[in-house]
């Protein structure tokens, strides 16, 4: 799919006053530092459309992104970091959690994971949380270039293994890397797939 206009609409702290749910919308989530900001430039193909940074919690608010006047990406602050307060994390909970359950025209949610972890507690909580709720969602296996395909393969098999432990169907998922632009067409077309339908 070509992205021919990738523009920053809004922040906000409330779902509820997120831009009219009349487009269809794509929401990337994760941990702290995954990389979801990121994968936003690399799919828009602007460098600084969202704010990156080397350090954890950088993006703090719900971000608009309009694309192509026809579809919203959004980049969500991430969750699992460990220097954040008790305080700071149950306002995260209740923003994200409202917005999860909320947003009527949330299509898709992109989960993304750190291709070189194993399984861990706060993403497999967050994707019960999902599964749970019926919230459409599917994986992302971020910043494949700082290992072999190997090792990605490997962690991506020992991932499904245990999220087959608790659903019978597991999600679809995409490997990525914003270095080297690995999974861009497949997400792209993804998200095109959908819109058609
Ligand atoms: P928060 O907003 O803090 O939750 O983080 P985020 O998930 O938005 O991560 P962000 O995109 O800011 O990236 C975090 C760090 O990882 C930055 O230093 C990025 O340059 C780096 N990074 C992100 N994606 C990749 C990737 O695919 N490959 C490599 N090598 N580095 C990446
Ligand atoms: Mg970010």
Known sequence: MLIREAKFITSNSRADQCPPATLPEYAFIGRSNVGKSSLINMLTGQKGLAKTSSSPGKTQLINHFLIN??????????????????????????????????????TCVFVLIDSRHPP????????????????????????????????????VVDYTRKLS????????????????????????GFINEINKQ
């Open 69 to 106: 006047n026809e579809w919203y990406l959004v980049d969500l602050p991430g969750y699992g970091y460990a220097k954040v307060s008790k305080t700071a994390r149950a306002t995260w909970s209740k923003m994200i959690g409202f917005y999860m359950r909320q947003r009527e025209n949330l």
């Open 120 to 155: 861990l507690a706060p993403d497999i909580e967050f994707i019960d949380m999902l599964g749970k709720e019926g919230v459409p969602f599917v994986l992302v296996f971020t910043k494949a270039d700082k290992q072999s395909g190997s090792r990605t393969q490997q962690n």
């Open 165 to 188: 432990e608790t659903w019978d169907e597991l999600p679809r998922y995409f490997i990525t890397s914003a270095e080297d632009m690995t999974g861009r067409d497949e997400v792209l």
